[in-house]
């Protein structure tokens, strides 16, 4: 089974649609849009800007539920989580969210136990014994803040935890890559998991972050889909992947304020993000 999301119902932006856009312009994109790889190097080239439709996030594809199940699957197969941890949520519309359950191996859910709650955490007609997940306090801080935001992933990466807990943080800008599609990734305090704590710790920085680090727990994406915010997740995984073999080398220089600010640019002209 392919891990891409079924993309029917997602506009393709290709290459004609930016050469189509005069040079040093901006293209308005949907949300929910794929871009090509081409028609993003043609927009480099051109000096155009991609920007975000800033419409209504809520993501009301018949196959939201599936995409959800899907993302879990994938979270177990690359050994993001374990038993009950993690979750995944999708913003329905102004006021409602659909979540992954408490206490169910998302590795193994079926579409009919998530379970839609209001913008307090409320479920509303729930699966019988099922309950949302216990992490939903922080997945409505990051809506209530970030509205174009419409899906929150949050996992125990292995790697990523492991180095919060020695100290290393991966904010220090070692791949151009990471640069551009995450931009920085902070690490916050430590905060008792399912707690509100954590809203408290993620409050200062999920405004202009797209990944964070949980220290001691795990980290959190958003995106504009589950599988958008999946592959965020694996993109921080694999930068701690990075981190670790460079401090097992013991060497290693991270880029220059100078090439890092560039990068940062790009990622605002590529419409990834704020170029924070």
Same mark, same amino acid.
């Given at each position: 089974?392919?891990?891409?999301?079924?993309?029917? %119902?997602?506009?393709?932006?290709?290459?004609?649609?930016?050469? *189509?856009?005069?040079?040093?312009?901006?293209?308005?994109?949907?949300?929910?849009?794929?871009?090509?790889?081409? +028609?993003?190097?043609?927009?480099?080239? &051109?000096?155009?800007?991609?920007?975000?439709?800033?419409? *209504?996030?809520?993501?009301? &594809?018949?196959?939201?539920?599936?995409?959800?199940?899907?993302?879990?699957?994938?979270?177990?197969?690359?050994?993001?989580?374990?038993?009950?941890?993690?979750?995944?949520?999708?913003?329905?519309?102004?006021?409602?969210?659909?979540?992954?359950?408490?206490?169910?191996?998302?590795?193994?859910?079926?579409?009919?136990?998530?379970?839609?709650?209001?913008?307090?955490?409320?479920?509303?007609?729930?699966?019988?014994?099922?309950?949302?997940? %216990?992490?939903?306090?922080?997945?409505?801080?990051?809506?209530?803040?970030?509205?174009?935001?419409?899906?929150?992933?949050?996992?125990?990466?292995?790697?990523?935890?492991?180095?919060?807990?020695?100290?290393?943080?991966?904010?220090?800008?070692?791949?151009?890559?990471?640069?551009?599609?995450?931009?920085?990734?902070?690490?916050?305090?430590?905060?008792?998991?399912?707690?509100?704590?954590?809203?408290? *710790?993620? &409050?200062?920085?999920?405004?202009?972050?797209?990944?964070?680090?949980?220290?001691?727990?795990?980290?959190?994406?958003?995106?504009?889909?589950?599988?958008?915010?999946?592959? &965020?997740?694996?993109?921080?995984?694999?930068?701690?992947?990075?981190?670790?073999?460079?401090?097992?080398?013991?060497?290693?220089?991270?880029?220059?304020?100078?090439?890092? +600010?560039?990068?940062?640019?790009?990622?605002?002209?590529?419409?990834?993000?704020? +170029?924070?």
């Amino acid at each position: 089974m392919s891990p891409h999301p079924p993309t029917a %119902s997602r506009r393709l932006v290709a290459e004609t649609d930016v050469r *189509a856009t005069p040079r040093g312009g901006r293209l308005d994109i949907p949300q929910d849009a794929l871009v090509t790889p081409l +028609a993003r190097q043609v927009a480099l080239e &051109r000096n155009i800007t991609l920007r975000e439709r800033r419409t *209504a996030p809520a993501l009301q &594809r018949t196959d939201i539920r599936g995409e959800i199940v899907r993302v879990g699957q994938l979270m177990h197969q690359k050994g993001f989580i374990v038993a009950s941890d993690g979750n995944i949520s999708v913003r329905l519309g102004a006021d409602r969210v659909l979540a992954t359950p408490s206490g169910r191996h998302k590795g193994f859910l079926r579409p009919d136990e998530l379970i839609t709650t209001d913008m307090d955490g409320r479920p509303i007609n729930p699966p019988p014994g099922l309950e949302p997940t %216990s992490e939903m306090p922080m997945h409505l801080e990051i809506y209530r803040q970030r509205p174009q935001v419409a899906a929150v992933v949050h996992a125990h990466l292995p790697l990523a935890v492991a180095l919060s807990i020695a100290g290393i943080r991966l904010d220090e800008p070692f791949l151009p890559e990471a640069v551009i599609t995450l931009g920085p990734i902070p690490t916050t305090e430590y905060a008792i998991p399912s707690s509100l704590e954590n809203v408290t *710790a993620i &409050r200062d920085l999920i405004g202009q972050h797209d990944a964070i680090v949980l220290r001691r727990h795990g980290a959190i994406t958003v995106g504009s889909d589950p599988f958008d915010a999946y592959m &965020r997740m694996e993109a921080v995984e694999h930068k701690a992947h990075i981190v670790l073999l460079l401090r097992l080398l013991g060497q290693g220089e991270p880029l220059s304020s100078g090439q890092v +600010a560039s990068l940062l640019e790009l990622r605002r002209r590529l419409g990834l993000g704020p +170029a924070t």
